[in-house]
């Protein structure tokens, strides 16, 4: 076993990937406020609209939040929100208030981050009403956990726990009620590159091994061994944020191949300007209005290096391996 580097170490590198978070907040933050898409509650987890970010960034959140959602409510609505949805590394994401807006309330709806975005997390549900009332909406029991380091309700779920320590984070998922019978949606945005290839293979095959109805959708970067990927990588590492798992990240294959080696049954992956182009185009017109951008080469080449790739096992023959764009 290869030996861990020093504590002082490994906390510094998890606090820049822990950091990574404000960094998405801060961009669905600014193309919100533009007219990208609505939503109404990412102003309550990023106060000010803060700096301009280009245009290209922009249209690559568009695509990344437009096509998560996709599947995500294609996966809802073939469930008939009979299932749960379970957010890896959730960050300061804003989806569980989304869902209850437009009725595709999950029976449940868990996330799970490291204990101090929790934390941060926690602490602006129960200080902005906005943030709680949906909670409160969907509780009817009278059992309401809500302190600093977990948050359980009887449809909204958030904990503490290290990703890469998959059996620590099976006990803390079923001691606030999993239930592994019913279909299950796994989302990991940003978040598998951060484990080393083996830490995110054992969470895939976890994930396999406890649901036998279940649809992981991972978004993440693909095509990272040309040149653009190579500065990708090296810009990440002067923030002191290493993508130890940039190794599955060479090609849409190698994205495929991790799920279908760790026990799901159907795999497939788009890269984002595949998905961008089959986006209702309607929409995509609409936001190309916003901000003008003459050069579309550098949109090109971003979009083609992230992807969602997404995997499904399906026991009760849902037909789970159908929903694609
Ligand atoms: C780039 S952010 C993305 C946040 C959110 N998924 C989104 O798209 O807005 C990555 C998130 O994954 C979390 N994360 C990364 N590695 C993790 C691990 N080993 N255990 C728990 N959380 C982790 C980070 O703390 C951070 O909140």
Redesign the pocket.
């Known amino acids: 076993m290869a030996a861990r580097p020093p504590f002082a170490a490994t906390d510094a590198a ?1 606090e820049a ?2 950091a ?2 404000d ?3 801060t961009c ?1 933050r600014f193309a919100t406020s533009k007219g990208y898409w609505k939503d109404s509650y990412v102003q309550y987890f990023v106060r000010s609209v803060g700096e301009r970010k280009a245009p290209e960034i922009n249209r690559g959140y568009y695509a ?1 939040v437009r096509g998560v959602n996709h599947l995500l409510d294609a996966f809802i609505r073939r469930t008939e929100c009979n299932c749960q949805i379970i ?7 804003t989806t569980f208030w989304r869902l209850k807006d437009e009725n595709l309330m999950p029976r449940k709806y868990f996330e ?3 204990p101090t ?1 929790v934390a941060r997390k926690i602490h602006n549900i129960k200080t902005k009403p906005p943030l709680s009332k949906a909670l409160i909406e969907t509780h009817t029991t009278d059992s309401l956990l809500l302190d600093a380091q977990s948050l359980d309700s009887d449809r909204f779920c958030i904990i503490s ?4 320590d998959s059996s620590s984070l099976d006990e803390k998922l079923k001691k606030f009620q999993l239930n592994t019978e019913i279909p299950t949606l796994l ?5 598998l590159v ?2 080393t290839p083996g ?1 995110s293979s054992n969470l895939l095959h976890w994930a396999a091994e406890t649901f036998h109805t279940a649809m992981f959708i991972n ?1 993440e970067q693909v095509n990272m061994m040309d040149r653009f990927g190579q500065v990708m990588v090296e810009n990440l590492q002067h923030r002191q944020c290493n993508l130890a798992g940039v190794e599955a990240c060479k090609s849409l294959d190698t994205q495929k191949e991790r799920f279908l080696r760790t026990g799901w049954e159907h795999a497939d992956a788009l890269d984002m300007m595949t998905v961008y182009s089959v986006l209702p185009q309607d929409d995509v017109a609409r936001i190309e209005r916003l901000e003008f951008l003459d050069e579309k080469e550098l949109l090109q080449q971003l979009l083609q290096h992230y992807c969602i790739c997404w995997a499904t096992r399906d026991k009760l023959k849902l037909g789970l391996s159908q929903l694609a764009f």
């Open positions: 998890d990937v822990r990574t978070c960094d998405a907040t669905k990344r957010n890896l590394g959730a960050g300061l994401d799970v981050d490291f975005v726990a290290d990703l890469r989302l990991s945005e940003c978040v951060y484990m830490q978004y």
